[in-house]
């Protein structure tokens, strides 16, 4: 096949007259960005995460490849995407948990009560790492959506149980008064077991029904699975810890930090008497 030139007086010339036609190996575009010309290299990982293997790789090609003057590196696609969005989650993450704050401050106005929430509020998130280590999941901007939604239920649930134990207590001194007798330390559990107890019921009813209604999608297939599982992980896995963290865990805290406040009462009891 003879491929011609038209001139513009309507003469076709044979292009090979005109030029020198040879195949040679080469890029089958020209790509530009930035008014620089580029060449992409597409890389599948497997095993790590896209942060992980970007840095390990940076290493590797800061001490092994020197690159000519006018050639610079820029990583680009889901790397790029995670920066954009770890950016976001640096002061999401924070205004998250101030907003937590403020609102069980106002809730309860009592800065213990707000700090036994808190303290306790990571062996929530117990659940949610392991269960990512066992799925072989790596920490990625969905986790990281997953564990502020998690922290949120967990807050939700610990409040809750709160309530019940400080209408527990308050009950308790109520009676004392009534008695003008001392609370004793039987008295004092016996009351804070009556108020957890109370919840036991409601708490597993809404970490079941959590768990499985995340459960379809943590194990679901199709388009946007990946992305949906790994913000499911840490709700599914961390509503099993947040069990333990609200039935066992928050009531042993909340009756050792208001020890002292039924002291205080059975001391200002004994000074009434007198």
Not at 59 to 80: M, V
Not at 148 to 176: D, P, R, S, W
């Amino acid at each position: 096949m003879i491929a011609y030139v038209v001139t513009p007086n309507g003469q076709r010339i044979a292009l090979g007259d005109v030029a020198e036609i040879r195949v040679e190996n080469g890029p089958p575009g020209i790509k530009s960005e930035n008014a620089r010309i580029n060449g992409w290299t597409f890389i599948d990982i497997d095993g790590v995460d896209v942060g992980t293997y970007v840095e390990s790789a940076r290493e590797y090609l800061a001490s092994n490849l020197i690159l000519p003057a006018g050639y610079s590196i820029t990583w680009a696609g889901q790397y790029e995407y995670m920066e954009r969005a770890k950016e976001k989650l640096s002061y999401v993450l924070p205004l998250t948990l101030a907003i937590i704050l403020i609102l069980l401050y106002l809730n309860f106005r009592a800065f213990s009560e707000v700090a036994i929430i808190i303290v306790t509020l990571p062996m929530a998130m117990i659940g949610g790492l392991w269960l990512m280590y066992f799925e072989g999941f790596n920490f990625s901007v969905a986790v990281g959506v997953g564990f502020i939604a998690l922290a949120g239920v967990a807050v939700e649930i610990g409040v809750i149980m709160l309530v019940y134990l400080n209408q527990a207590l308050k009950e308790l001194k109520e009676n004392a008064t009534e008695r003008a007798q001392h609370i004793s330390d039987d008295e004092y559990r016996e009351a804070l077991l009556h108020g957890g107890g109370l919840r036991v019921r409601p708490v597993m009813m809404t970490v079941a029904t959590i768990i499985i209604g995340l459960l379809p999608i943590l194990y679901g297939s199709g388009t946007g699975s990946e992305v949906m599982s790994r913000i499911a992980a840490p709700m599914v896995g961390g509503m099993t810890s947040a069990v333990l963290l609200t039935l066992i865990v928050l009531p042993a805290i909340y009756s050792i930090v208001k020890k002292s406040e039924v002291n205080s009462f059975n001391k200002k009891l004994s000074n009434a008497a007198e």
